[in-house]
């Protein structure tokens, strides 16, 4: 069975790719140092997979700890998640995420090489296209500068992965650009916890609807868009997962020095406003908000070309925005 290290695999995405990954036979291995997860999913995980998942509590930097789960575990991939991802923070904080977004992809590529592990499979972000000219963003729309110093630590990872495959490192990378994970695992027993008062849309959504917060601030209706609000390619976090699983397959069967970049949206664009009223009308719910400013840096409309991704590694999206807001809501009450 082949052994995959994910690091940040107690997060939102990882571990539910951990869970896909044991559905398709693969073993995860963990290693996060809990920054921004709870050491419960753990549990959970066991609990959903029927499988106890080796579980390392350190840094992914940390060449000591690598070396140790090498010599416990000969892992043939890497599914590599671990990052700090609060794009107003890195904007206060900026040496936090250049240290910890760099310094952890290039602690993992001396790893690999070091060991002869062959597959990496890189999470990368739509934010790389800042507000595209053209939509939907196929993988050839050009990136733009970076709007938050989090959006750049993505872009530079992604250039020194071009640069070490290109040196014929012998090694195969995938970077997934993610547009808008939402969701949770269909049993509510895993999801994602946000630290503190969400940022990000939907986290904020189930809050308000729960009580937790007062009021969502829709940040402003008056842009070039069908109502107004901003338009995002909302997907579900069991689909993404499963991309990561199409990847790490796919990346088995190329030679070596392979660098690809894929999409993973739906395709289809959403506005905040529809997000909003589909979230109630599907889990009966009301959400308390108001129209209010701008939120400075915003995409106005961005939406994912996804046929790259449907031809090449034929994944293709299986939740609807319906059964993502209800999932995050099933997992919201679990809170
Ligand atoms: P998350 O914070 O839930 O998961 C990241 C995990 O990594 C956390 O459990 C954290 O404790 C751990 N971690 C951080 N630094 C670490 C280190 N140096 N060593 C070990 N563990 C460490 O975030 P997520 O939403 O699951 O995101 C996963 C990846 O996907 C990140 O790289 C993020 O930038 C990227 N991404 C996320 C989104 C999104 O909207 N969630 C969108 C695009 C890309
Ligand atoms: C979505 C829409 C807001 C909160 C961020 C990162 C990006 C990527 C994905 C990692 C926007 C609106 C939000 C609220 C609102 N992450 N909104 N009220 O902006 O697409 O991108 O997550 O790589 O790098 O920047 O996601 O969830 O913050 O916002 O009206 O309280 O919801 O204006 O239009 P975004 P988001």
Redesign the pocket.
């Known amino acids: 069975m082949k052994k995959i290290l994910i690091?940040?695999?107690?997060?939102?995405?990882?571990?539910h790719t951990a869970v896909e990954l044991v559905k398709a036979g693969f073993e995860p291995i963990i290693?996060?140092?809990?920054?921004?997860?709870d050491i419960q999913v753990l549990d959970r995980l066991e609990e959903i997979t029927g499988k106890k998942l080796a579980f390392y509590k350190?840094?992914?930097?940390d060449r000591s700890l690598l070396d140790q789960i090498y010599a416990e575990h000969q892992i043939t991939g890497i599914i590599?998640?671990?990052?700090?991802?609060a794009v107003g923070e890195s904007t206060s904080l900026p040496l936090k995420y250049y240290q910890?977004?760099l310094m952890?992809l290039l602690a993992i590529l001396d790893f690999m090489k070091s060991k002869d592990i062959k597959d990496l499979v890189f999470?990368?972000?739509?934010?790389v296209y800042g507000q595209p000219a053209q939509l939907p963003v196929t993988e050839e729309t050009p990136r733009q500068d970076a709007e938050s110093p989090?959006g750049n630590t993505?872009k530079i990872c992604e250039d020194i992965l071009v640069d070490l495959v290109k040196s014929k490192a012998g090694i195969r990378v995938i970077s997934l650009?993610?547009?808008?994970?939402i969701g949770a695992h269909p049993t509510a027993k895993i999801g994602?916890?946000p630290i503190g008062t969400p940022a990000?849309l939907v986290p904020f959504v189930t809050q308000t609807a729960a009580g937790i917060r007062e009021k969502l601030t829709v940040f402003g209706d008056d842009y070039d868009t069908v109502d107004g609000s901003c338009v995002r390619d909302f997907i579900h976090v069991m689909d993404l997962a499963d991309a990561h699983v199409k990847a790490l397959s796919f990346l088995g069967k190329q030679t070596d020095d392979f660098y690809d970049v894929f999409n993973v949206g739906t395709g289809n664009g959403n506005t905040v406003l529809e997000v909003l009223r589909t979230f109630e009308k599907v889990n009966d719910v009301k959400v308390n908000f108001e129209i209010g400013q701008r939120r400075q840096g915003d995409v106005v409309k961005i939406w994912a070309d996804t046929k790259k991704i449907n031809s090449v590694l034929n994944w293709y999206p299986n939740y609807s925005l319906e059964d993502s807001l209800r999932d995050s809501w099933n997992w919201q009450k679990t809170l």
Do not use: Q, V, W
């Open positions: 690091t940040g695999g107690a997060g939102y995405i990882g571990s290693i996060d140092d809990l920054s921004n997860s350190g840094d992914c930097s590599h998640f671990a990052a700090f991802k910890n977004n952890s999470s990368s972000s739509c934010t989090y993505k650009r993610y547009f808008n994970p994602e916890l990000n």
